[in-house]
């Protein structure tokens, strides 16, 4: 008996060893294939990435895009449908306002979604041209009645009040500790007020409150030059891109800053203040030059954030057909890769079938494979405006509502009804 026991030991012995070498060279292989700068070869000539040259012109064409402010009633089956399924949920979302944001649980922590003013005004503006008459004059009452308390370029946030957004239990779910580290500033909403304003009519609200407007874009402007000026722009493979986490968000940075712009030359020209542009058009080129030149490098550049498409988080339909214009066919082929050349989960469309799915499995995040609102809207704007498809292909991908007032819901809607009148733009 005793000799038994110690060959069991023995064996045990061995396995624990070998499971303890294993555990160690498993641990060393995901740390170093998950940080980049590890990984890298500091003695690589690392390549130069091309730079992308944007002209006047088509500075100019970027400033010229929009959705157009009104619509026709849909007569096709897709449209109907999409029609319905849009006033509907806006309808339900009217009567349950105020909604508290919502949060998604993750290894991380809790994500955020829907908890800015700028995400509410943005999200139900652009949909007015396609509410039905009486519901239209409900949303614009109720966005009336918020811009006063909460503007979008007011630099507020939401807080986990009202009529919840997600089933679980806040008191049990909840972390305050990560809700703190959600910030916003009150340039980023300059788009969604002119959206308010346009979409809106509401030029006398832009026309009234213009010093305020102007007062918040020139302020920043020292922001978005000390931004340009932060990185090495020209080397996108140097090592300086992975030695701080905070450029993995950097596509959703520019592609915010660049929607700040637009939005404000455009509330100039609608409040007749066209020279307070002047110094905002060279910062608004230069950004797009820099956003036209990391989609170059796209097929290396989504580390740290692996398994997220920062690349179009912010996205609007101006900044969207403009890449598409640059550089559609490496976003296209990009996203239809079957090769991953990380060894981290990526969200795309060749090797995640169901990203569209409602709280479906979709990246590898904090040690969680799922999904929240973004990742999915980043998507499906993709699918829009660089693989163009049809109504039909997009409305199934709308899938159903997260939650109650989902916003990105109402967005993939009101894109899908767009595509289905003919992909028309504003004249």
Same mark, same amino acid.
């Given at each position: ?28 292989? =995901?740390?170093?294939?998950?940080? +980049? ?37 849909? +007569? ?70 918020? =811009? ?36 916003? #500033? ?16 509401? @030029? ?6 213009? #010093?305020? =407007? ?25 090592? #300086? ?89 490496? =976003? ?48 499906? @704007? ?46």
């Amino acid at each position: 008996m005793k000799t038994v026991n110690s060959e069991k030991l023995a064996v045990v012995s061995k396995f624990n060893r070998f499971f303890f070498v294993s555990s160690c060279l498993c641990a060393i292989y =995901i740390f170093m294939g998950s940080n +980049s700068l590890l990984a890298a070869d500091k003695n690589k000539d690392y390549p130069k990435s091309v730079l992308v040259e944007v002209s006047d012109t088509e500075l100019q064409e970027v400033l010229k895009i929009s959705l157009p402010k009104t619509a026709l009633a849909p +007569s096709d089956p897709v449209g109907k449908a999409s029609s319905e399924d849009l006033n509907s949920h806006v309808s339900q979302m009217i009567g349950k306002w105020p909604l508290s944001p919502l949060f998604t649980m993750t290894g991380g922590g809790n994500v955020f979604s829907f908890w800015t003013p700028r995400e509410l005004f943005y999200s139900l503006s652009m949909a007015l041209p396609y509410l039905k008459p009486e519901l239209r004059k409900k949303v614009l009452e109720l966005l009336d009645a918020e =811009i006063a308390k909460n503007s979008p370029i007011s630099g507020t946030r939401y807080e986990m009040e009202g009529n919840l957004r997600h089933s679980q239990s806040v008191k049990e779910c909840f972390t305050p500790e990560k809700y703190k580290d959600y910030k916003t #500033q009150d340039w980023e909403g300059l788009y969604a007020l002119w959206a308010y304003c346009n979409y809106g009519d509401r @030029k006398d609200y832009a026309v009234k409150n213009w #010093q305020a =407007i102007k007062s918040v874009c020139d302020a920043s402007l020292s922001s978005h030059n000390e931004f340009l000026n932060k990185y090495e722009w020209q080397n996108f493979d140097n090592p #300086q891109w992975y030695r701080n986490a905070s450029v993995g968000r950097l596509p959703a940075d520019l592609n915010l800053r660049i929607s700040s712009l637009v939005g404000f030359i455009r509330l100039t020209e609608m409040a007749g203040k066209k020279t307070d542009a002047e110094k905002a058009l060279p910062i608004l080129k230069s950004m797009l030059a820099k956003r036209a030149g990391l989609v170059v490098k796209l097929s290396t550049y989504y580390l740290p954030f692996g398994g997220e498409p920062v690349q179009w988080y912010e996205m609007i339909p101006e900044l969207a057909i403009f890449l598409d214009k640059k550089s559609g066919a490496q =976003i296209n082929d990009f996203f239809s890769s079957t090769e991953a050349s990380t060894k981290r989960t990526i969200n795309s469309f060749a090797r995640n079938n169901f990203w569209f799915l409602t709280r479906g499995e979709g990246q590898m995040f904090a040690e969680n494979s799922l999904n929240w609102p973004e990742p999915v809207l980043a998507l499906f @704007k993709i699918r829009c405006f660089v693989y163009k498809d049809d109504a039909k292909t997009l409305y199934r991908y709308s899938d159903m509502p997260w939650c109650p007032g989902d916003l990105s819901y109402i967005e993939k809607l009101t894109l899908t009804l767009w595509v289905a009148e003919g992909r028309k733009l504003a004249q």
